[in-house]
């Protein structure tokens, strides 16, 4: 008999590509989604979709009672928000309910993986050191702090499960939709820059996230513990560039755009969000994370423990993914 695994996020970006790797692996995947969520990529791979109430700590005990989950895959959050209370209560307040519910059940998980992010620790300067497991907390944005607080709580009240969080740097592939506006302008011959100020930076392909979240549910661990995951690389800020033009053999025209009109821009782009319910591309806050140092990782603690070796670089990760856009008709 096949082990259940419950996904949330399963609709999302990386949860769909999780779900699809799970199913393939002969997993039971139930497929945490919203009754609005679009299943369409997903159905094939999914043996039954869950509706759970986050709200409801009683409702999720009673989930995990009657499913017997093995593993758990929290991959659902919020990563735009035009509060900062509404943020951290999907992000911090669904994550605690989930968790309680899951370890308080009479059928307990084996192991949960929760979902953070490289935002939760925050860029370091250009000369530091590549960010290990043991850098410290300096987030730079909303969702950045959300995810903080979220990694602070499961220490605080679960540090004697076995729980794994998995910080992923920038993640890419098909079906992402911010970096690949990116792309869309690169497509269209510009590839354009905030500043000039050198910057290191890191990526990991959402192939190679979704095997080591998978692996993380099994592999031998011990209690909680927490790893982040790139793809071992650091890159400059033209890298992705570059592998765009050897991808599609364009030529592009780099501008560099000076910080305080993009600034400007932001603050503008804000102004004129403030009466919907939607947050624009690019908001003050945004630049920090646009703008930063060094996103470079050590990632020797997810190899050593978890045996995750990427198989993908940018410039690999790129080409797939380029493909994929153009067959699909995004590009």
């Known amino acids: 008999m096949s082990k259940k695994i419950l996904i949330t996020g399963a609709s999302g970006f990386v949860g769909s590509h999780l779900v699809e790797l799970a199913f393939q692996s002969g997993f039971e995947v139930h497929a945490a989604v919203r ?14 979709f869950i509706y759970p109430d986050f709200k409801n700590l009683t409702n999720l005990r009673q989930l995990f009672d009657e499913e017997g989950y093995v593993y758990v895959v929290h991959a659902a959050a919020m990563t735009k928000s035009k509060t900062e209370e509404a943020m951290w209560e999907v992000n911090v307040g669904h994550t ?28 370091v300067g250009y000369e ?21 607080a979220a990694e602070e709580m499961l220490r605080s009240k679960f540090a004697d499960k076995p729980i794994t969080v998995i910080r992923p740097t920038a993640v890419y592939g098909p079906r992402e939709k911010d970096l690949f506006i990116l792309f869309d302008t690169m497509n269209k011959g510009v ?11 890191s990526f990991i392909y959402v192939k190679d996230l979704v095997e080591v979240l998978l692996n993380a549910c099994f592999a031998s661990q011990s209690g909680y513990c927490t790893f982040n995951i790139t793809d071992g690389q650091v890159y400059s800020r033209y890298a992705m560039a570059e592998a765009f ?18 600034e400007k821009a932001a603050v503008f782009s804000q102004w004129l969000y403030k009466g919907s319910k939607k947050t624009p591309v690019l908001y003050p806050e945004r630049l920090n994370e646009l703008t930063a140092q060094n996103w470079g990782c ?12 990427p198989q993908y670089d940018l410039r690999k990760g790129m080409q797939e993914s380029l493909l994929w856009y153009k067959e699909n008709n995004w590009l």
């Not at 009754?35 to 039954?48: A, E, G, L, M, Y």
Request: charged share 20%; net charge positive; no cysteine.
């Open 35 to 48: 009754q609005s969520s679009d299943v369409n990529s997903i159905r094939p791979f999914v043996h039954k």
């Open 96 to 123: 605690e309910r989930l968790i309680q519910a899951a370890f308080s059940s009479l059928n307990m998980p084996q192991r949960v993986v929760f979902v953070s992010s490289l935002a939760a620790i925050g860029p």
């Open 128 to 148: 530091d050191a590549l960010i290990d497991e043991s850098s410290p907390y300096r987030p730079v944005t909303v969702y950045g702090r959300s995810k903080k």
């Open 191 to 201: 590839d354009a820059y905030v500043g000039k100020a050198p910057q290191k930076l």
């Open 245 to 262: 033009k050897e991808s599609q053999g364009k030529k592009l025209l780099r501008i560099h755009v000076p910080y305080v009109v993009v």
């Open 298 to 309: 050590d990632i020797t603690a997810a190899k050593t423990v978890l045996g995750f070796s």
